[in-house]
T-cell receptor
Framework: DQQVKQNSPSLSVQEGRISILNCDYT??????FLWYKKYPAEGPTFLIS?????DKNEDGRFTVFLNKSAKHLSLHIVPSQPGDSAVYFC??????????FGTGTSLTVIP | DGGITQSPKYLFRKEGQNVTLSCEQN?????MYWYRQDPGQGLRLIYY???????QKGDIAEGYSVSREKKESFPLTVTSAQKNPTAFYLC????????????????FGAGTRLSVL
């Protein structure tokens, strides 16, 4: 049973525009969330995190929003760049214990 | 420089054969993890270890075995009992901090792609 879901397998965005990647989870006990970026044939690299005591966390062009009541988080990339083209995974855990990963969203930024 | 090294990058298994995937880290991390990724699926946890000489089954441990004799090393054996081993295998490690959960971010190796001949 998938506890973390990314319902959009792919997303295409023009360079310079905003990319919004979405993630839903089912376990209300999850309190720590991560976003990873993955290029083909490489391991995922950590991008940004958020804990449940916050509803927003920013790091440069990347912002993660958390809506606990809706059990939903999103990653915003502004402005999108061609180098952002990759697969993005969200992951959730209860107090940093076992992480549950979504199925990923493949982002293509069109020059 | 510090990191997680997985080897080999590509591996082929014959029917009935056991194969071992290597994972080494020099980050001084306590916890190590093995995940499997299949096309169109997220990362699924096979085994994890929070301390030397101790490990726990993840969600899909059947057909796999691990050992954790050293802090730096966490090899994964794909046994002949694993009937569908073709996948991309990822090893990760993290600090295990119970007071600051932000320190429990997992860092990944580059992966091993296993195929069946």
């Amino acid at each position: 049973d998938q506890q973390v879901k990314q319902n959009s397998p792919s997303l295409s965005v023009q360079e310079g525009r905003i990319s919004i990647l979405n993630c839903d989870y089912t376990n209300s006990m999850f309190d720590y969330f991560l976003w990873y970026k993955k290029y083909p044939a490489e391991g995922p690299t950590f991008l940004i995190s958020i804990s449940s005591i916050k509803d927003k966390n920013e790091d440069g062009r990347f912002t993660v929003f958390l809506n606990k009541s809706a059990k939903h988080l999103s990653l915003h990339i502004v402005p999108s760049q061609p180098g952002d083209s990759a697969v993005y995974f969200c992951a959730a855990s209860e107090y940093g214990n076992q992480f549950y990963f979504g199925t990923g969203t493949s982002l293509t930024v069109i020059p | 420089d510090g990191g997680i090294t997985q080897s080999p990058k590509y591996l082929f298994r014959k029917e009935g054969q056991n194969v071992t995937l290597s994972c080494e880290q020099n980050l001084n991390h306590d916890a190590m993890y093995w995940y499997r990724q299949d096309p169109g699926q997220g990362l699924r946890l096979i085994y994890y270890s929070q301390i030397v000489n101790d490990f726990q089954k993840g969600d899909i441990a059947e057909g796999y075995s691990v050992s954790r004799e050293k802090k730096e090393s966490f090899p994964l054996t794909v046994t002949s009992a694993q009937k569908n081993p073709t996948a991309f295998y990822l090893c990760a490690s993290s600090i295990k901090d119970r007071t600051t959960i932000a320190k429990n971010i997992q860092y990944f190796g580059a992966g091993t792609r296993l195929s069946v001949l």
